[in-house]
């Protein structure tokens, strides 16, 4: 062998066992590109010809085995033949080791995704560390493509067709202790142990646990994976439109048509890759990857040393901040709206968060009382959706503490908070301590300039209230809807409205009419007097029971669909511009990205600005 390579290390024991260490040069973590899948593979092909007792690929990096592929590369997949030849590269160096006439063996410790996993398939076992880093899985599906590297065949042959489908068609990443359940590694240790285990393994060469016979059989014959890939088809159809995401359609149907030919399999595989490469939607999707990472880096989960958050507030969002932050480690305590009530908590706590009423004299008194008695340093934290910081902070006497953090609702299934700060006066230090906190728990961070309404809400509101205007003028609201959904976003207008409130809604229209040109329809007024306030009510834009939508009467209506988009996002688009304009975001890119993470808007688009269908 060659006395070194670029990005491996090489060496072997006294056991004759060969240890190939990936270390990918200039990276933090492991990526794949044709430069290391060719010392992989100058790798292989020498230990097929000296024949060691085994083989164990490790990784270099702390931060994990292998992150999959370097996405900074996608632009270079200008073309389907770049992108095919790409993947029959991967596809061979994996075939490579997975036809090494001796065990072979992938010690995981941190990530092991895409492509990274799918070389560790072509391995003979795999050795996970359960420390809370290690995550597993095939995400090419988020990226708009799926496994290409014969991640879609082996994935089967080991998990079975069900097990394997799930982890492709979600692109969840699941821990080690989930891995081991399902027979994705052969062992999860403790992160001491997983050297011995790794090379106790492979000196054991333990027999090859396949999936039962019947899921063997299942994937052999073609009517067998039709009636599945139809059951799979149907239910990934009910959050997924094909129209929007292709790529996981297309891995049922390279399977439905191949699975029980592997080699033909392998060849469907890579050209069906390569096609969803250039496709819009796959770049679209890797451009909002690149935004999660750049709201990630915003914040370091390292330097927050926070451990006691007491919050103010115990309705539907101050219980809901509770519950995530215990669910992320932390000592949590909450109490209702008190101002002029003295809570011990607040003495000890190291942050604060205020989800009270949207009122801005309440707001205003509740902090004076709590700057009062809370410790110095303690981070006094409002998730105020539409009121400027600077106005709840007025009373203060170090108005620069009080910052904005609006946890986007709903919590649980939004990953966006808004970090508002009033930019005539603030602390860049206490800023960044909040980025740190947002980071530590596991939220994706967004700083801007305080303003009525922050970004999120700001955008949002135009969008909402020009639904309700469409009904007022007599489209039912079910076809408002049902375009918006056809779009992408998550929501129609009316659902929206119906799942905030009315009153909300309007009170939130109210305040943001005050310091702009939007106009509150008059509908809304009416509804609300009239005691319809949404889902909360039994009753809005639509009727409900057990908050669930009571069936109507077929909607009907014979206008233009496509004119009815352009007409309900036409008013977002622009208050879109007119927050760059006023610089409340630093760039587009972060008003992209606090559309969608925190306002659903479909990603597979983008952007809200550069869409041409808006």
Excluded at 256 to 269: I, L, Q, S
Excluded at 557 to 584: D, F, H, T
Excluded at 588 to 593: E, F
Aim: aromatic residues 6%; charged residues 20%.
């Amino acid at each position: 062998m060659p006395t070194s390579y670029r990005h491996l290390h090489l060496a072997t024991d006294s056991h004759q066992v060969l240890w190939v260490t990936l270390e990918v040069q200039g990276e933090v973590s492991n990526l794949l590109t044709s430069d290391v899948l060719d010392e992989l593979q100058h790798v292989a092909n020498v230990a097929r010809a000296q024949r060691p007792r085994g083989l164990i690929l490790s990784s270099g990096k702390p931060s994990g085995f292998i992150a999959g592929i370097d996405l900074k590369r996608f632009s270079e997949f200008n073309t389907s033949a770049a992108a095919l030849a790409f993947s029959t590269q991967g596809q061979r160096v994996c075939q490579l080791f997975a036809d090494l006439p001796f065990p072979t063996l992938a010690l995981i410790d941190g990530f092991c995704v895409g492509g990274g996993l799918e070389l560790a398939l072509a391995l003979k076992y795999r050795v996970a560390s359960n420390r809370p880093a290690t995550r597993l899985g095939l995400p090419e599906v988020k990226l708009g493509i799926h496994p290409g590297f014969g991640g879609s065949v082996r994935s089967v042959a080991t998990l079975g067709i069900f097990k394997a489908m799930k982890l492709m068609l979600s692109g969840e990443l699941i821990s080690a202790a989930q891995a081991r359940a399902i027979g994705l590694v052969d062992a999860c240790v403790d992160p001491e142990q997983l050297r011995d285990t790794s090379l106790h393994t492979l000196l054991k060469a333990p027999r090859y646990r396949r999936p039962p016979w019947y899921l063997r059989i299942l994937n052999v014959f073609t009517p067998a994976r039709q009636l599945i890939g139809l059951k799979l088809r149907h239910d990934l159809a009910q959050h997924t439109p094909e129209a929007h995401y292709p790529a996981p359609y297309a891995l049922l149907q390279l399977w439905e048509t191949h699975g029980g030919n592997r080699n033909a399999m392998f060849a469907a595989e890579a050209a069906s890759v390569a096609a969803l490469v250039t496709s819009p939607t796959a770049q679209q999707l890797v451009r909002v990857f690149f935004l999660q990472n750049r709201l990630k880096a915003l914040g370091n989960p390292a330097n927050c040393s926070a451990q006691h958050v007491h919050i103010v507030g115990a309705g539907t969002m101050g219980s809901d901040i509770a519950a995530w932050c215990t669910q992320r480690g932390l000592q949590v305590s909450v109490q209702n709206h008190t101002a002029d009530t003295h809570d011990a908590n607040i003495a000890t706590a190291d942050v604060i968060i205020e989800a009270i009423t949207e009122n801005r004299a309440a707001k205003q008194q509740l902090f004076i009382a709590l700057e009062r008695q809370a410790k110095p340093d303690a981070l006094l934290l409002s998730n105020t959706s539409s009121i400027p910081i600077e106005d709840i902070a007025s009373g203060l006497r170090e108005p620069q503490r009080l910052l904005g953090l609006h946890f986007c609702s709903p919590l649980f299934n939004m990953p966006l908070v808004e970090i508002a700060y009033d930019a005539h006066a603030y602390d860049h230090s206490l800023l960044l301590r909040v980025l740190a906190f947002a980071r530590r728990l596991d939220k994706l961070p967004l700083p801007l300039q305080s303003s009525p309404g922050f970004l999120v809400t700001r955008l949002l509101m135009p969008y909402l209230l020009e639904g309700i205007r469409l009904q007022q003028q007599g489209i039912p609201a079910a076809i408002i809807d049902q375009a918006a959904r056809d779009f992408g976003m998550q929501l129609g207008p009316l659902e929206l409205a119906d799942t905030i409130g009315l009153d909300v809604c309007q009170h939130i229209g109210d305040t943001l009419a005050r310091k702009s040109q939007l106009d509150v329809p008059l509908t809304l007024y009416h509804k609300v007097k009239a005691g319809k306030l949404g889902k909360k009510s039994g009753e809005g834009f639509y009727r409900y029971r057990n908050g669930k939508i009571l069936q109507t009467e077929r909607a009907t209506w014979n206008g233009n669909l496509a004119l009815l988009q352009s007409k309900l996002l036409a008013p977002l688009r622009q208050e879109a511009r007119e927050c760059l304009v006023q610089k409340i975001v630093e760039d587009a890119d972060l008003l992209d990205a606090a559309m969608i993470f925190g306002a659903g808007f479909p990603a597979f688009r983008g952007s809200i600005l550069h869409d041409p269908q808006v």
